[in-house]
T-cell receptor, first 120, second 111 residues
Framework: GAVVSQHPSRVICKSGTSVKIECRSL??????MFWYRQFPKQSLMLMAT?????????EQGVEKDKFLINHASLTLSTLTVTSAHPEDSSFYIC????????????????FGPGTRLLVL | LAKTTQPISMDSYEGQEVNITCSHN???????ITWYQQFPSQGPRFIIQ???TKVTNEVASLFIPADRKSSTLSLPRVSLSDTAVYYC????????????FGSGTRLLVRP
């Protein structure tokens, strides 16, 4: 299957600072990427849809000024957690759609390995 | 978006076949079903997906009845390393393509 990478894999920062997380599709291009957040023992929660060349679409309850998303190329989306606070500590996961299909194929969404954020 | 319902947890033993059923009663015509596996502190890993009938790959089979209101992921001869959370998702073939995760099924494989 297609490969999605994330960087960094884990990050520790002080409260009030900003943290940038990168999501890359390594062997395919993706006009659409997604950002999720997962707290311990819980399921993934969709935060936003990242669209190449246009503004991201945020889910209800997600602050767009706090979670800045930039999708500057067909292989890279970034999530910046601004003015991070301890409650932002979580596991952030991105995914990307493999949109090039062979006849009869269904679109598949591939996930990155996740980024563990700890805000002190 | 079609909502999915799965058992919260399942137990099995090594070497057994495990079947996890997912209900998606309000699945739409354009929806298809995808299953993911997630280990702790890792991103979900794609297992299998399908639209109708049966799909099989090297790791699992997916059974979808004619009414498509449910689907069953079948894992043949599970091993300890199959202990994970399994998510059933219903996605639409349209421009949004959002996947909304339910609670998933925690599968525990015992020796």
């Amino acid at each position: 299957g297609a490969v999605v990478s994330q960087h960094p894999s884990r990050v520790i920062c002080k409260s009030g600072t900003s943290v940038k997380i990168e999501c890359r599709s390594l062997d395919f291009q993706a006009t659409t990427m997604f950002w999720y957040r997962q707290f311990p023992k819980q399921s993934l929660m969709l935060m936003a849809t990242s669209n190449e060349g246009s503004k991201a679409t945020y889910e209800q309850g997600v602050e767009k000024d706090k979670f800045l998303i930039n999708h500057a190329s067909l292989t890279l989306s970034t999530l910046t957690v601004t003015s991070a606070h301890p409650e932002d500590s979580s596991f952030y996961i991105c995914s990307a759609r493999d949109e090039i299909l062979e006849t009869g194929e269904l679109e598949t969404q591939y996930f990155g390995p996740g980024t563990r954020l700890l805000v002190l | 978006l079609a909502k999915t319902t799965q058992p919260i947890s399942m137990d099995s033993y090594e070497g057994q076949e495990v079947n996890i059923t997912c209900s998606h009663n309000n699945i739409a015509t354009n929806d298809y079903i995808t299953w993911y596996q997630q280990f702790p502190s890792q991103g979900p890993r794609f297992i299998i997906q399908g639209y109708k009938t049966k799909v099989t790959n090297e790791v699992a089979s997916l059974f979808i009845p004619a009414d498509r209101k449910s689907s069953t992921l079948s894992l043949p001869r599970v091993s300890l390393s199959d202990t994970a959370v399994y998510y059933c998702l219903v996605g639409q073939v349209d421009s949004s393509y959002k996947l909304i995760f339910g609670s998933g099924t925690r599968l525990l494989v015992r020796p």
